[in-house]
């Protein structure tokens, strides 16, 4: 089965500095990987995802992940904060069933931007 | 954004009442989920359709059935809801399973009383 462990559940910058969001996986195959970002009480947008061509995987917003197979990593970073990357953001794994894709997802990380 | 509405936004209602969750699409999609979102548990997977009229179980498809007679409609029914089903619902879809990423609706608070 495959899964995601996000290491942080919350994570506060300071507005204009460095973001890093952790996330591991665990598969038995390469995996398909994504981030999702959730501002409150709105529904889900895909940030970015990694579908086994470049490692580097740039998404909007000048968010990028990076997949790392030895340490089976998919780290969310950011050079320069901003106050509206404030949210919760997913890292999730798919799975393809006999007759669809499964998401898995992380518990999330609650990002809070200060000034 | 990809073109999905739910309705209603917002429902309250009380224990043992049927309850039903629409999805629709414009995109036509082939690929419809409904998940389900609680604090600490991100979002899991309650049932999903590929196709009309085949559907299929997620891992939280107890007290839940789905429907979809139309490709752009996918129904969810709580048959007697219960406090446990209180939750915030999301519908999903993808163009195609494998190498499409899914696309999120807008989500649907519910809370049994």
């Known amino acids: 089965a495959q899964s995601v462990t996000q290491l942080d559940s919350h994570v506060s910058v300071s507005e204009g500095t460095p973001v890093l969001l952790r996330c591991n996986y665990s598969?038995?195959?390469?995996?398909?990987l994504f981030w999702y970002v959730q501002h409150p009480n709105k529904g889900l947008q895909l940030l970015l995802k990694?579908?086994?061509?470049?490692?580097l995987v740039k998404g909007i917003n000048g968010f990028e992940a990076e997949f790392k197979k030895s340490e089976t990593s998919f780290h969310l970073t950011k050079p320069s904060a901003h106050m509206s990357d404030a949210a919760e953001y997913f890292c999730?794994?798919?799975?393809?069933?006999?007759?669809?894709?499964?998401?898995?997802f992380g518990t999330g990380t609650r990002l809070q931007v200060t000034l | 954004d990809a073109g999905i509405t739910q309705s209603p936004r917002h429902k309250v209602t009380e224990t043992g009442t049927p309850v039903t969750l629409r999805c629709h699409q414009t995109?036509?999609?082939?690929?419809m989920y409904w998940y389900r979102q609680d604090p600490g548990h991100g979002l899991r997977l309650i049932h999903y359709?590929?196709?009309?009229?085949?559907?299929d179980k997620g891992e939280v498809s107890d007290g839940y059935s789905v429907s979809r007679s139309k490709t752009e409609d996918f129904l969810l029914t709580l048959e007697s809801a219960t406090s446990s089903q209180t939750s915030v619902y999301f519908c999903?879809?993808?163009?195609?399973?494998?190498?499409?990423?899914?696309?999120f609706g807008p989500g649907t608070r519910l809370t049994v009383t």
């Open positions: 999903a879809i993808s163009e195609l399973a494998g190498r499409y990423e899914q696309y």
């Open positions: 999730v794994v798919r799975s393809n069933t006999g007759t669809a894709s499964k998401l898995t």
């Open positions: 598969s038995s195959y390469s995996p398909s």
């Open positions: 359709s590929y196709g009309v009229k085949d559907t």
């Open positions: 990694y579908t086994s061509a470049a490692t």
């Open positions: 995109e036509n999609h082939r690929y």
